[in-house]
Structures are given as C-alpha cells and as structure tokens.
C-alpha cells in the first residue's frame, strides 16, 4: 500500500481557511443556520462575538438574521465543546449535548467547585437546580440564594456551577440578541425547546461534522476541540469512509474525501475573527493558523469589540473597538505583531472600515494601523 501523501503546515493552513470560509466568503443565499451548522457551532462565551465570525464568513451578513434565530429558540447557547459557550442551532444542541456533556462533566469534577459539595447531597442539588430554572430563568445570583437556603453548608458558587455543568441549561435570551443582550441566566435545554434530545446519536457523526469544518486532523486535533477522550474507535469506524495523510512530522492526518484542499500558494484574505474563534482553537497542534510560539489571546468582553486578524492566513495581529466618549466617531485600532507593507495596510484599512459598518454603523468610520511596540 501506497504512503499517504504528506501535507505542509501551509496547504493545512489553506484546508483550514476553506472550511471555515476564511478563504471565500459565503454567497448570499446562505443562511446563517446553515453557516453556524457547518462550522459545529461558534464559540460564544462572548455573548455577541458570532457575529464578528459570522460576518467575517458570509457575503452581506444580517447581525438581525443572528437574533432572529436566537428570538424564535431556532438557535441557542450552551456549554459544549471543551466545556465552554457555543452558538448551536436547536436541532444540532439537540443530538450534540449528549455526546459532549462528559467532557462538561469532567470539567466540572476536576474543578475547585466539586470540591466544595458533599458527593452523597449533589442527586437532590441537581434536582432542585433543575426544577427553580424551568420555573423561570434565573441568574445565577437567584440560583445561588435559591440553593443555599436549601443547602446552607455548600460553597453558593459550588451549588451554582453543579447545576450549569451537569444539567443540560442553557442562557436563554435577550442574552446574546444583537443591541438588546441582556444578563445571563439559565434554564434547560429541554424546556427552552419543547423537544427531546436525541440520546441515539453516534459520536461518529461528530467526527464527520468536525472533519468538515477543520480537516484534515489527527485524534488529537479532535480530542482538543471537543475535549473528549477515547475517540480512536471511531475514527478507525470510519477509516473506509475517510481520506488520510500525513503532516511533515509524520502524524496521521484524517479527512473527509470530497472536502476542498485548496494549492498552498492560494491568497488569503485579511480577515477580522472575534474573541476565542473556533478558527484558532480547533485543533490540539494550532500552528496550521498560529505561529510557533505565540499565544492566543483570550480577553474578557461582550463580543463585537474585540479580537484578532489573519494576515496571509496566520494569526498576525490584534484588534479592538474605541468610541469617542462625547463624539461621533469609531476607531478600530489594529496592532499588528509585525511591521506590514503598504498594501496590507491598506486591505486591512478596508477590511476594518467594512466591519465598522457592522460593529459601530452610527459613528463616523476610522481605522488606526499601530507599528508593533507603538
């Protein structure tokens, strides 16, 4: 049997871009229910940030279309993948919080807040978080009054994450609606959506929906992007389904065979991704997208104000949003890691006044291009 060809950091770096549209925006005709379904969710502890990362993938993106989806429970938020927020559509939650949900409970246990709670009493903390958050949504201060009056020796902040880390809750609206998010609160899945979950999924349909929005990948990739473990038996299931390869240190690489594998010498756009894109964090070996030795970094924030830029595809830069106080302009101050030349200043000056179109539309537009260490 043949090897496998082998793949450069570069043609991954160009795979990747493709599948998360990074490379092409997608054509009007795409809806976001379908954009946020092939990229398996969107991360979204920053209430607002898909709509930086959906706006950065689709052609003449509608922030309202987001908030349509979130209003009419067609979308939710909810921890998933690696035990954080993400933006799923409802029938997607519905077959993927089973299958992610040990990886959430892992989490948990191996957290300070496990620690604090008497193992025998967490059946009846669960049950009564349960029932106080489908009677309405509450925040998680209320839950935590609620639940120390019942269990009046436990941590109250224990109490709470117990309950959003082992119940399926999720942070109903007007959390996350664009120009009327609202405080986070919890309620359940199940009883935001009226539906079931499907407990019969396989977990080889996430492999396959994973290889389609950051193939080619090794396990390991997979394993860091959903923080699940054990994952060998289903890629090996799926081997005769599969393309594989290798990367330039010999790991073996999995792949969906019809999935775009664009020439490494294809241009990439400047590009403007939101806090903790999925773009940076899918993969356990990132340098197909950031370069060796450089962090990704995670600020706190609403969404919408802040992030990072792709520069020839690669993490190159930072961005954030400032608003004349008393004024009516909006600057987005873009600082590269390294000097860039004329024409990339200028696309990304375009690239910026076109995002400040969605971020800041009532202001006049200004983008401020920093040297490195200036």
Do not use: C
């Not at 996350?176 to 979950?197: E, K, N, Q």
């Not at 240190?249 to 400047?270: H, W, Y």
């Not at 899918?282 to 340098?287: E, F, I, L, P």
């Amino acid at each position: 049997m043949p090897e496998p060809p082998v793949l450069g950091q570069r043609t991954l770096n160009r795979a990747l871009l493709a599948r998360q549209w990074l490379l092409d925006r997608q054509p009007r005709g795409t809806s976001t229910a379908d954009a946020i379904e092939h990229l398996v969710g969107l991360q979204a502890q920053a209430p607002l940030s898909p709509y930086v990362g959906l706006w950065s993938r689709l052609d003449a993106f509608d922030p309202g279309d987001l908030a349509t989806l979130l209003l009419e429970r067609r979308a939710v938020r909810t921890w998933v993948m690696r035990a954080t927020i993400h933006l799923l559509t409802a029938d997607d939650v519905l077959w993927m919080w089973p299958l992610t949900h040990p990886a959430v409970a892992g989490a948990w246990r191996s957290s300070q807040f496990a620690r604090g709670l008497d193992p025998v009493q967490l059946e009846e903390i669960l049950e009564l978080g349960r029932t106080l958050v489908e009677e309405r949504p509450r925040t998680r201060a209320e839950l935590a009054l609620l639940l120390a009056e019942r269990f009046p020796g436990a941590p109250p902040d224990s109490l709470v994450y117990s309950v959003s880390y082992n119940v399926p809750v999720l942070q109903p609206t007007p959390r996350g609606v664009w120009d009327s998010t609202g405080p986070a609160s919890l309620t359940t899945i199940d009883a935001w959506l009226g539906r079931p979950f499907d407990e019969q999924a396989p977990i080889d349909d996430l492999v396959l929906r994973y290889l389609a929005a950051f193939g080619p990948a090794t396990v390991a990739d997979m394993q860091a992007w959903s923080r699940l473990t054990g994952l060998r038996p289903a890629f090996e299931r799926l081997r005769g389904r599969l393309t594989t390869y290798r990367d330039e240190r010999g790991r073996e690489l999995f792949d969906l065979p019809d999935a775009p594998l664009p020439d490494p010498d294809t241009p990439a756009p400047v590009r403007f991704l939101p806090e903790y894109d999925n773009a940076l964090l899918g993969h356990a070996d990132r340098t197909r997208i950031i370069p060796k030795g450089r962090r990704i970094p995670l600020p706190p924030g609403d969404g919408a104000r802040l992030g990072t830029i792709l520069l020839d595809g690669m993490l190159a830069g930072e961005w954030h949003l400032e608003r004349e106080r008393d004024g009516a302009r909006a600057t987005i101050v873009v600082e590269p890691y390294e000097r860039v030349d004329a024409g990339t200043r200028r696309a990304i000056e375009a690239e910026g006044l076109e995002l400040l179109g969605l971020i800041a539309p009532d202001r006049e537009p200004a983008i401020d291009v920093r040297e490195p260490n200036g």
